[in-house]
């Protein structure tokens, strides 16, 4: 639902003030109306003479923007709403789950030092940045295996990240699908408000209808991709200085396909970010991945009172009760 289907009030009986403004600011109004007209039996040049500023006076009086200040105030003192407030137990179990490409691909050197080893340091950086939020670890190539499960400790991730090296996992290739079902089998019960991250350097067309199908199911947990890396690729060199071979013989190309991203995001829905020398990237996943969390079913949520938005106004408002010209005369 969108915010206007959510929209309501959280005091609703302070909305009976409002009949009762508006009864006097007709009451006053209609009082001022009256005074202006046996202001008219007087002759027209020395009305003119003894009135000030008697246009501006019809147009707008003092009792209009005390009514608006009492509105805005009474407003404000319903409780306006249209969104909730996760509950810390919600945000806490809230598991993200980290799925970093280990294959050659990622030894490419167009993002320096390599883009395996700026995806650490990314991932590092969330983490750091997500305290008190539980994180698991899974490695993908061909295959896909855990390497560590939900744990809201940075010290017990470091040792993890630092091992993965393409030359450990069992087969080659980056198959995304692989993924999917250890990412649900982590999350368990809260898979509705987890996040799946998947920290690689592109995707492949076979991936585009894995992941909408994936993600289509409601209980799915919402996904997100950091990709590394630029279209024009790099040289992906093995431990020993060799440059990586792909499948038929050449050099591997390690080129990100923008067009098939384009279509992950369009057709599979997964927000894609591209990864920077900033922390603009990381600031994109933090906001993704607390939408994702505010969207999650949480039986325990409270609504957020927005009365703020009502509060300001009437305290401008009030500012001008005490200008010359505007004070009340009841």
Same mark, same amino acid.
């Given at each position: 639902?969108?915010?206007?289907?959510?929209?309501?009030?959280?005091?609703?009986?302070?909305?009976?003030?409002?009949?009762?403004?508006?009864?006097? $600011?007709?009451?006053?109004?209609?009082?001022?109306?009256?005074?202006?007209?046996? %202001?008219?039996?007087?002759?027209?040049?020395?009305?003119? %003479?003894?009135?000030?500023?008697?246009?501006?006076?019809?147009?707008?009086?003092?009792?209009? &923007?005390?009514?608006? @200040?009492?509105? %805005?105030?009474?407003?404000?003192?319903?409780?306006?709403?249209?969104?909730?407030?996760?509950?810390? $137990?919600?945000?806490?179990?809230?598991?993200?789950?980290?799925?970093?490409?280990?294959?050659?691909?990622?030894?490419?050197?167009?993002?320096?030092?390599?883009?395996?080893?700026?995806?650490?340091?990314?991932?590092?950086?969330?983490?750091?940045?997500?305290? @008190?939020?539980?994180?698991?670890?899974?490695?993908?190539?061909?295959?896909?295996?855990?390497?560590?499960?939900?744990? +809201?400790?940075?010290?017990?991730?470091?040792?993890?990240?630092? +091992?993965?090296?393409?030359?450990?996992?069992?087969?080659?290739?980056?198959?995304?699908?692989?993924?999917?079902?250890?990412?649900?089998?982590?999350?368990?019960?809260?898979? &509705?408000?987890?996040?799946?991250?998947?920290?690689?350097?592109?995707?492949?067309?076979?991936?585009?209808?894995?992941?909408?199908?994936?993600?289509?199911?409601?209980?799915?947990?919402?996904?997100? %991709?950091?990709?590394? &890396?630029?279209?024009?690729?790099?040289?992906?060199?093995?431990?020993? @200085?060799?440059?990586?071979?792909?499948?038929?013989? &050449?050099?591997?190309?390690?080129?990100?396909?923008?067009?098939?991203?384009?279509?992950?995001?369009?057709?599979?829905?997964?927000?894609?970010?591209?990864?920077?020398?900033?922390?603009?990237?990381?600031?994109?996943?933090?906001?993704?991945?607390?939408?994702?969390?505010?969207?999650?079913?949480?039986?325990?949520?409270? $609504?957020?009172?927005?009365?703020?938005?009502?509060?300001?106004?009437?305290?401008?408002?009030?500012?001008?009760?005490?200008?010359?010209?505007?004070?009340?005369? $009841?």
């Amino acid at each position: 639902m969108n915010a206007v289907e959510l929209f309501h009030f959280l005091r609703p009986l302070w909305l009976f003030a409002l009949p009762l403004v508006a009864l006097t $600011w007709w009451t006053v109004r209609r009082r001022g109306a009256r005074r202006t007209r046996m %202001a008219d039996l007087v002759a027209p040049h020395l009305r003119d %003479a003894l009135t000030v500023n008697r246009s501006r006076s019809r147009r707008f009086r003092a009792v209009d &923007g005390v009514a608006l @200040g009492l509105i %805005a105030s009474a407003l404000a003192a319903a409780g306006p709403t249209w969104s909730r407030q996760q509950s810390p $137990w919600l945000v806490e179990t809230a598991a993200l789950v980290v799925a970093i490409e280990v294959s050659d691909s990622m030894r490419s050197n167009d993002v320096l030092p390599s883009r395996l080893d700026r995806a650490r340091f990314k991932v590092l950086d969330l983490i750091e940045r997500r305290t @008190g939020s539980r994180t698991a670890l899974i490695a993908y190539a061909g295959s896909a295996h855990i390497v560590m499960p939900p744990s +809201s400790d940075l010290e017990v991730v470091k040792p993890f990240l630092e +091992s993965l090296d393409p030359a450990i996992m069992p087969e080659p290739g980056a198959d995304v699908s692989r993924v999917l079902p250890l990412a649900e089998a982590m999350l368990a019960d809260n898979a &509705g408000a987890g996040t799946l991250l998947f920290v690689n350097d592109g995707f492949e067309p076979t991936d585009v209808p894995a992941l909408a199908g994936h993600a289509d199911r409601a209980d799915a947990p919402s996904m997100i %991709a950091l990709v590394l &890396g630029t279209e024009e690729g790099g040289v992906a060199l093995l431990p020993d @200085g060799s440059v990586a071979t792909g499948n038929r013989g &050449g050099q591997l190309d390690t080129a990100v396909d923008a067009a098939v991203l384009r279509r992950i995001e369009s057709e599979a829905g997964v927000p894609v970010v591209r990864a920077g020398a900033g922390d603009a990237d990381l600031r994109r996943l933090l906001r993704h991945i607390e939408s994702s969390l505010r969207q999650a079913d949480d039986p325990n949520a409270e $609504w957020r009172d927005e009365a703020w938005w009502f509060v300001w106004p009437g305290a401008l408002l009030a500012l001008f009760w005490f200008r010359r010209g505007w004070t009340m005369r $009841w």
